[in-house]
């Protein structure tokens, strides 16, 4: 017997299932589990619905528990040896009581139910970069979705062989009694208990829980970096190819940057991932990308043929597996999904609590619902996105949602004012995160509810890489969310932010100049292309200039947050700090 076996084993005596599957991975086996999940009721629910197979094919529908329908971070633990490794970032609790805490909850939860086993692999097994994995679950709805979002099966077991080396999550939806949830992290021993949810982000392992939170402690031991960012291909009319990462929270435009259909004849852009980036330095001294995913779990309202046409198509191009919406509202006049931002509101909708939707005051589909859906239906899928070695990186755009303050475009100076402004970063919350939207949160590279460990040793880290790279990529600081007097959003944003692209693909080949300002380098005057748009002179200035009285504003909350991680912000980035104060108070 060896280590995965004797996993499985272990974790059947522990849980009691009545049976227990593992899963092959092959289309056979999806077809059974939909129809099985068509038939099974959970918390007074059917798994699955069957939508409209003209409309949206191989497409099925999923209504969570009300009380369970975005990330919980208030009961999101990283359980590292001690409390400083954790950081303050992250909540703690010693290990060894969190795992008597967890085992006391798990402990024959499954009892009635059936063990899935799901063998996965994050990456292309293929890339030394690939990492091997097994989630165990009780939850039908978590094998389907984690057979889109990773690569499940025959291969992953092959992969892990007779190794012991192998991410361990341990899942069960349990009553999803909101008193008896958690997610627990012990990145120490790679490995991950979350107990009563089934949402997502919180039950499907090898997104957040894995690829962000367990491999960014791994990518601090190991050399390399696990980042929440898209991977982006951008082709110019002569055909060169310049790869982009970005980083934005939730809600924030992401999906749709990694989407793009530039306004912009002989410009393409080809996608490699919407959400996670692992980043390795090659042999010659460049970052290289992969995403250690397979599929997109994207939030469906604002996504339509207007903002993101290459998503609306991706959703309706169901060649490989089912496509899963959950907590989205159902036009029963077709049984098609829909939300807010698709188009006119159905005669004859029901919302995504499944009732009749009249009262017009309160959105029809949960704003943080979902779709899940392979990444090989893709109409723009990059011919690279399975290169074992990864792409090369030239660029990095860092970003967030802020009505004023942060300016549309802005580039850094080196590596290390880079990895400053993107530390110091903040945005509005979103409906992603369970609590008040709107507020305005530091969110150091969109990872502050994903880094796995102390938050000052992880910019310590980006520093570090920094230093190994022969030739750094550029790194960029967006906002495409500003607002002007009535409360307007100024740039146009989506396809326009291909405007923004072009002016980084021009800075990276050197082709046309920057001006200085005191938190970085502006477009001159004129190099950003700006033809076709009614944008007044104000509001340009608006959005490419510096307000001295709102940075002083925004060094006040930049120290406020630096003062939680102590010493352990590095020394670069608190004389980075003292060198931004000094320009917007001279």
Not at 386 to 393: E, F, K, Q
């Amino acid at each position: 017997m060896n280590h995965f076996e004797s996993f499985i084993k272990e974790m059947k005596d522990f849980l009691n299932p009545d049976s227990v599957y593992t899963m092959d991975g092959s289309d056979g086996e999806a077809q059974r589990l939909v129809e099985e999940a068509q038939k099974t009721e959970v918390d007074g629910r059917i798994v699955l619905q069957k939508l409209n197979q003209e409309i949206y094919p191989n497409s099925y529908y999923h209504r969570s528990n009300p009380n369970d329908v975005a990330r919980t971070e208030h009961l999101t633990f990283v359980c590292a040896p001690t409390k400083e490794e954790a950081g303050p970032n992250n909540n703690w609790i010693e290990p060894k009581e969190a795992k008597e805490k967890m085992d006391s909850l798990f402990k024959n939860s499954m009892k009635g139910r059936t063990m899935y086993v799901i063998p996965f692999v994050m990456g292309n097994p293929k890339s030394k970069y690939a990492k091997n994995c097994v989630e165990i679950t009780d939850s039908i709805y978590v094998a389907l979705s984690m057979r889109i979002m990773a690569r499940v099966g025959a291969e992953a077991i092959k992969s892990i062989g007779d190794s012991a080396d192998f991410f361990k999550g341990i899942h069960s939806i349990g009553d999803v009694n909101p008193e008896r949830r958690f997610i627990m992290h012990f990145p120490q021993d790679n490995m991950v208990m979350s107990f009563g949810s089934g949402y997502g982000g919180n039950a499907l392992l090898g997104k957040k829980c894995y690829s962000l939170r367990i491999a960014s402690y791994l990518g601090y031991k190991e050399g390399w970096l696990a980042e929440h960012m898209i991977i982006i291909g951008v082709e110019a009319p002569d055909g060169k190819i310049t790869y982009f990462l970005g980083a934005f929270p939730s809600a924030c435009g992401k999906t749709n940057l990694a989407l793009l259909e530039p306004i912009f004849k002989g410009y393409k852009v080809w996608t490699l991932g919407d959400d996670i980036a692992w980043l390795n330095i090659g042999a010659d001294g460049k970052l290289y990308a992969i995403n250690p995913e397979s599929g997109f779990f994207g939030v469906a309202p604002g996504t339509a043929d207007k903002t993101n046409p290459v998503m609306m198509k991706t959703l309706k191009n169901n060649k490989f597996y089912p496509t899963l919406f959950t907590n989205t509202a159902i036009d029963k006049n077709d049984n098609t999904p829909w939300w807010e931002g698709l188009g006119n509101i159905p005669e004859n909708l029901s919302d995504w609590q499944g009732t009749q939707y009249t009262d017009k005051t309160k959105p029809a589909a949960h704003p943080n619902s979902r779709f899940t859906v392979s990444v090989y239906n893709c109409p723009t899928l990059s011919k690279e996105y399975d290169n074992p070695n990864g792409v090369p990186i030239s660029g990095i755009i860092f970003g967030g949602r802020r009505k004023d303050t942060a300016p549309l475009v802005c580039e850094c100076k080196d590596w290390a004012s880079g990895v400053f402004a993107a530390s110091s970063i903040g945005s509005e919350t979103t409906a992603a995160a369970s609590g008040a939207q709107g507020t305005v949160r530091r969110d150091p590279m969109a990872m502050l509810p994903f880094c796995g460990y102390n938050m000052g040793d992880y910019f310590n880290h980006w520093l570090n890489i920094g230093k190994k790279l022969k030739n750094p990529p550029k790194i960029f600081v967006v906002n495409w969310f500003r607002k002007d007097e009535k409360g307007n959003f100024i740039w146009p944003g989506f396809r326009d932010n291909s405007r923004v692209l072009k002016w980084m693909i021009d800075r990276i080949e050197g082709k046309t100049g920057a001006r200085e300002s005191e938190i970085g380098l502006f477009p001159q005057e004129n190099a950003l292309d700006l033809s076709g748009l009614n944008l007044s002179k104000e509001n340009i200035d608006k959005l490419l200039n510096v307000d001295r009285q709102e940075w002083k504003k925004e060094i006040v909350l930049i120290e406020e947050f630096y003062s939680k991680f102590g010493e352990k912000i590095p020394k670069e980035l608190r004389d980075a700090l003292q060198n931004l104060k000094n320009k917007i108070n001279g």
